[in-house]
């Protein structure tokens, strides 16, 4: 991924550079031990068929100068915490999933994952915050 944090202590959410290119977030940053990265793919559909969550996400050793980086600086508690989210609520490399949202090219893709995530990953921050 490479969004240079080689502590493992920041979630990034990458977004490729072209219009219409692919998303995911890198949770843990460039730790080899304790990064992993999720991305959303349309299983060969793009209308009316479960998105397909992938962990690990195959762009995750792309150029990184095709894509942008957003970078939170987070704990390794806000980490497990959003890892665990994404678990609760998504089915992980399951090719028959019933729980993950259609893919529909224009409003539910790879980038609307990513930012259902980051919005999770914003209400986890606020609340770890305010204890």
């Not at 944090?5 to 490729?16: A, C, I, K, R, S």
């Not at 843990?28 to 690990?56: C, R, V």
Request: charged content about 30%.
């Amino acid at each position: 991924m490479n969004g240079k944090d080689p502590m493992g202590t920041d979630v990034f959410f990458v977004q490729n550079k072209e219009s219409g290119g692919h998303a995911w977030v890198g949770i843990g940053g460039d730790a080899p031990k304790n990064s992993s990265t999720y991305g959303a793919w349309p299983m060969g559909h793009l209308f009316g068929h479960p998105e397909f969550i992938q962990h690990e996400d195959p762009h995750k050793n792309d150029d990184p100068d095709d894509y942008t980086f957003k970078r939170y600086k987070t704990t390794l508690a806000e980490e497990t915490k959003l890892d665990e989210w994404i678990k609760k609520n998504y089915d992980i490399n399951d090719t028959n999933s019933k729980k993950n949202p259609n893919y529909n090219f224009g409003w539910e893709d790879c980038r609307s994952f990513s930012h259902r995530v980051e919005a999770e990953l914003e209400k986890i921050m606020e609340k770890d915050q305010k204890q």
